[in-house]
């Protein structure tokens, strides 16, 4: 079947340090990755799709700056959040999806991060 | 714009009885899917269910969802709900061929014995 890991699980970063996150898929092929993060109290809001030989696009207030991401193959996704502060805790998900033409998204459990 | 709305925050139920989750969704485009993703803590997001076609009645165990264009919804039902359907539901769409999801606030369903 298809899984999505994400490492690590939890992470607790002193603010203004940075943070990498990495997202895997395992039984198919991601052609297509999705960054969410869900800031407390709130629901799960897109940060940037990247898209195998596509240019990775980020949605309002969400920059390249901040948020790198690399997605070199169609396993394998990371993303970094650079200068933590406060307003970037929350619970990171990474959204897979394969290149068959459906819809769905295959989710990984997350990166919880805490900035102190 | 798109917007995906969940009105309850919070369904507490008694094992045994029915399950209906609100869904109701505004969008620019014509055709979208809607998903259910049922959430249990520290697990992955897990795709529930998935629309159809106008007013088609979409299944998957033991829960459905019927989207209706005319009043943009896309309710979840169950006839008996079980200790095990505890979770955090969230109602998606995302436009016709792309990947970018907009989630709702997510409703948690509490079943007691």
């Known amino acids: 079947g298809a899984l999505v890991y994400q490492y690590p699980r939890r992470t607790i970063c002193k603010s203004g340090t940075s943070m990498r996150m990495e997202c895997q898929a395992v039984?198919?092929?991601?052609?297509?990755v999705a960054w969410y993060r869900q800031s407390p109290q709130k629901t799960f809001e897109l940060i940037a799709l990247s898209t195998v030989n596509s240019a990775i696009k980020y949605e309002q207030n969400f920059t390249q700056e901040k948020f790198p991401i690399s997605h070199p193959n169609l396993s394998f996704s990371s993303m970094t959040v650079l200068n933590a502060y406060l307003e970037d805790r929350g619970l990171y998900l990474c959204?897979?999806?394969?290149?068959?033409?459906?819809?769905?998204?295959?989710f990984g459990p997350g990166t919880r991060l805490t900035v102190l | 714009g798109d917007s995906v709305t969940q009105k309850e925050g919070l369904v507490t139920l008694t094992e045994g009885l029915p399950v209906m989750l609100n869904c109701t969704y505004q969008?620019?485009?014509?055709?979208?899917?809607l998903f259910w993703y049922v959430h249990y803590l520290n697990e992955s997001p897990r795709l529930l269910l998935k629309s159809s076609t106008d007013n088609k009645r979409t299944e998957h165990q033991g829960f459905h969802a019927t989207l209706h264009k005319s009043s943009s919804s896309f309710h979840l039902q169950k006839s008996s709900a079980q200790l095990s359907d505890s979770a955090l539901y969230y109602c998606a769409r995302t436009p016709s061929g792309y990947n970018k999801l907009t989630f709702g606030k997510g409703t948690v369903l509490l079943v007691s014995p």
């Open positions: 959204g897979a999806r394969d290149q068959t033409g459906r819809a769905e998204q295959f």
């Open positions: 969008t620019i485009y014509s055709n979208a899917f």
């Open positions: 039984g198919f092929q991601a052609t297509s």
